[in-house]
T-cell receptor, first 115, second 110 residues
Framework: NAGVTQTPKFRILKIGQSMTLQCTQD?????MYWYRQDPGMGLKLIYY???????DKGEVPNGYNVSRSTTEDFPLRLELAAPSQTSVYFC??????????????FGEGSRLTVL | QQPVQSPQAVILREGEDAVINCSSS?????VHWYRQKHGEAPVFLMI?????EQKGHEKISASFNEKKQQSSLYLTASQLSYSGTYFC???????????FGQGTRLTINP
């Protein structure tokens, strides 16, 4: 089973460039999340989605955009990349949300460097 | 608002015990625990859904004190494989999203 698949695994961007991190899950989960993790730090929520067509901001949404046109896909768009966006990005999905949030299944991560 | 974990780091010898705490300034509906090895994605350990609930995973167990708005993770007779960073996660504002604490780095030495 594939689970949560992220692409690319590694990417180097120049300041001001844009790119999209792809995330796909094959578990039919309604809830999906994007987190970023700076070196030696914890996980910060960027955006999340409770189902196709519904997205909302997390703790650190500035500089990012998301869309959720299908249950399977939850791409993260970086506009005008800045050095502060150098981080490891994790996509995750869950079968349930809210107070009864189920186990989060994480992708392997995408390591982004902005120079 | 993210939960707060303590301590930030722990160094143990193999076979010793450890306790990692997770507390919140807001009411907790549930608490998640995850472990992350260096360079890898976080891996799910357990969820505690009810106040007072305790669960176990191998020699790792956890408790959830709803009134105190905190959870504790207990690692008994630690093994080298328990090394990593442990995160607690709680439903954030609106309860639709999961936010994580800053993590506790656990190092187990032979």
């Amino acid at each position: 089973n594939a689970g949560v698949t992220q692409t690319p695994k590694f990417r180097i961007l120049k300041i001001g460039q844009s790119m999209t991190l792809q995330c796909t899950q094959d578990m039919n989960h309604n809830y999906m999340y994007w987190y970023r993790q700076d070196p030696g730090m914890g996980l910060k929520l960027i955006y999340y989605s409770v189902g196709a067509g519904i997205t909302d901001k997390g703790e650190v949404p500035n500089g990012y955009n998301v869309s959720r046109s299908t249950t399977e896909d939850f791409p993260l768009r970086l506009e005008l990349a800045a050095p502060s966006q150098t981080s490891v990005y994790f996509c995750a999905s869950s079968p349930r949300g809210g107070a009864n949030t189920g186990e989060l299944f994480f992708g392997e991560g995408s390591r982004l460097t902005v120079l | 608002q993210q939960p707060v974990q303590s301590p930030q780091a722990v160094i143990l010898r193999e076979g010793e015990d450890a306790v990692i705490n997770c507390s919140s300034s807001k009411a907790l509906y549930s608490v998640h625990w995850y472990r992350q090895k260096h360079g890898e994605a976080p891996v799910f350990l357990m969820i505690l859904l009810k106040g007072g609930e305790q669960k176990g995973h191998e020699k790792i167990s956890a408790s959830f004190n709803e009134k105190k708005q905190q959870s504790s993770l207990y690692l008994t007779a630690s093994q080298l494989s328990y090394s990593g960073t442990y995160f607690c996660g709680t439903p954030g504002e609106g309860a639709q999203k999961l936010v994580f604490g800053q993590g506790t780095r656990l190092t187990i030495n032979p």
